[in-house]
């Protein structure tokens, strides 16, 4: 009896196991990807559909050949090969190669992983994404640009890019405003400004509100984001390239030189890699550009905005940016609060949606209901600004020409589920998403609003309901960006 069961159990288990290999094979066969891999002594013994299309060989003319007597590396060394030698992986390597037996010229970003038993390297597998792609979409990119902003000093740029003033940044919240006096300082002068902020909270609005401020205006503006661009690219989009640096590279300026006399904003900066960074460093401080392949400086004169999403400090601290860039790129340091710590302009931004969408939409909404209201209130606003407008359009889609008020039921199931738990102190408790902080943040800043109006904003009065002292209730006031005309 045991011995059946352990027989019936190590033939499931062979069973299973050869299952997971056909599953295994089918699942590399019918990727995109190319796959290729090999033992430690370079014999290939992975070879997938998508590399016998890219390649144009038969796998069965592949399998079993050493790497070296297959591919023509152009003086260089196959990244599987030097896998196993370093025992260590190589990822997003950009490689071009011939194939020995169809001729093929072939461009890869490559990753390539050492395979493991125990301690011993077995051999090598490979991963590669076809290359052209990305550079012809890089490459259209960069003539669209090229198009847009005219390097001719003569002429004005088709487009500055850059649509937002100051005026358009709605909230009265001191935090707020305490950002936008020392963006109109910056707009004046050419010094590099650091923005960063949480998602959604107008970075960007705020990037553009410069370069509209400054004497820069009619110049080109030009954002990237860094981190939307692969790596081995983005040196030449940024810095330029010359003919013949690598297979294909063509003439082309960069975009520090494209937005010389304008501004350019390095979006996501804190994404950049380190090498990049030291090269950005470079261009800063010589405020000249080398374009890639090429040994002759070139001057530039370009405002630059940078803009990450985390505290730059904190990026220091974990090793994202250096720290001699950043006092290079951060002249001024500029922090865009998030809506949870100005709910004060809650109101004024609710009415600014409604009035964009009742344009939009040709509707006559005038307000929000007040549970709608206080549910946004206490809601903490992860995706800030950039949600709020979400939420009023999304229940102002829902509305016909008559309607003057957006309701929570005029909210989708999604958003009102989000909202929901917020609305009364009991549920905060047990709202996702809601850290302690804010939930009492959240708490203390509706008891101060509640106990000053009762006392008509006699502080010395609140303070005594509140059983605070007069200078402490100040103190949250100025916290929490309180006013009378809360
Ligand atoms: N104070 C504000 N007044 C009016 N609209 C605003 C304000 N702040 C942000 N917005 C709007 O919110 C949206 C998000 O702003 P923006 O794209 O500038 O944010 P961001 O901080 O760059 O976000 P991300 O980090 O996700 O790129 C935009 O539609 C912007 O116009
Ligand atoms: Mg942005």
Redesign the pocket.
């Known amino acids: 009896m045991g011995d059946k069961n352990t027989s019936s159990t190590v033939d499931r288990a062979g069973k299973i196991s050869r299952l997971s290999e056909v599953q295994l094979e089918k699942m590399i066969d019918s990727i995109d990807e190319a796959i290729i891999g090999c033992d430690k002594n370079g014999y290939i013994n992975i070879y997938n559909s998508a590399n016998e299309r890219r390649e144009k060989m038969n796998r069965k003319s592949v399998l079993n050949k050493h790497v070296d007597e297959v591919y023509d590396f152009h003086g260089g060394k196959s990244l599987l090969m030097r896998a196993i030698k370093d025992n260590k992986p190589i990822l997003d390597q950009y490689q071009e190669y011939t194939t020995e037996i169809s001729g093929t010229y072939v461009e890869i970003i490559c990753s390539t992983v050492p395979i493991m038993e125990g301690d011993e390297v077995i051999g090598a597998v490979s991963v590669m994404k076809d290359y052209s792609k990305v550079k012809k979409l890089s490459k259209i990119i960069m003539d669209l640009q090229n198009n847009l902003y005219s390097t001719d000093k003569t002429s004005k740029p088709k487009t500055a890019g850059a649509s ?1 003033t100051f005026s ?4 009265e919240n001191l935090l ?1 405003r305490d950002t936008i006096i020392w963006a109109k300082k910056t707009a004046a002068n050419n010094l590099p400004v650091l923005i960063y ?10 990037a553009q509100s410069i370069h509209n401020a400054g004497d820069r205006r009619d110049k080109p503006f030009i954002a990237i984001n860094c981190a939307a661009i692969p790596e081995n690219l983005l040196e030449g989009l940024l810095f330029g390239t010359v003919k013949g640096a690598f297979t294909g590279a063509l003439d082309r300026t960069g975009l520090f030189e494209q937005a010389t006399e304008g501004t350019l904003v390095l ?1 996501e900066i804190n994404s950049l890699s380190l090498p990049l960074q030291s090269k950005l460093l470079r261009v800063i401080q010589e405020e000249a550009v080398l374009r890639v392949g090429e040994m002759k400086e070139r001057k530039i004169n370009t405002r630059l905005i940078s ?1 990450s ?1 985390m505290d730059p400090v904190n990026a220091i601290k974990e090793g994202l940016l250096r720290e001699d860039l950043y006092y290079r790129i951060a002249y001024i340091s500029l922090c ?1 609060p998030p809506l949870s710590k100005r709910l004060d ?1 809650l109101p004024a ?1 609710i009415d ?1 949606m409604i009035r964009k969408y009742n344009e939009k939409l040709t509707l006559k909404v005038e307000n929000v209901s007040a549970e709608l209201f206080a549910s946004l209130e206490n809601y903490p606003w992860p995706g ?3 949600e709020l ?1 979400h939420i009023i359009a999304a229940g102002m889609s829902a509305l016909s020409e008559d309607d003057l008020q957006i309701c929570l039921e005029n909210l989708p199931p999604n958003i009102r589920h989000k909202l929901s738990g917020v609305n009364n102190t009991r549920e905060i408790y047990s709202s996702a998403g809601m850290s302690l902080e804010k939930t009492l943040n959240s708490v203390e800043r509706r008891l101060l609003k509640k106990i000053l109006k009762k006392n008509n904003w006699n502080i010395s009065k609140a303070a005594k309901e509140l059983e605070l002292k007069r200078q402490s209730l100040q103190y949250r006031i100025r916290k929490y960006s309180l006013k009378n005309t809360d």
Do not use: A, P, S
Not at 197 to 206: Q, V
């Open positions: 937002h358009d940044i709605v909230g707020l902020g949480e998602t959604g909270t107008g970075k960007e609005l705020l979006d803009i999403n865009m302009d931004l600014y800030n600004i950039r407008e």
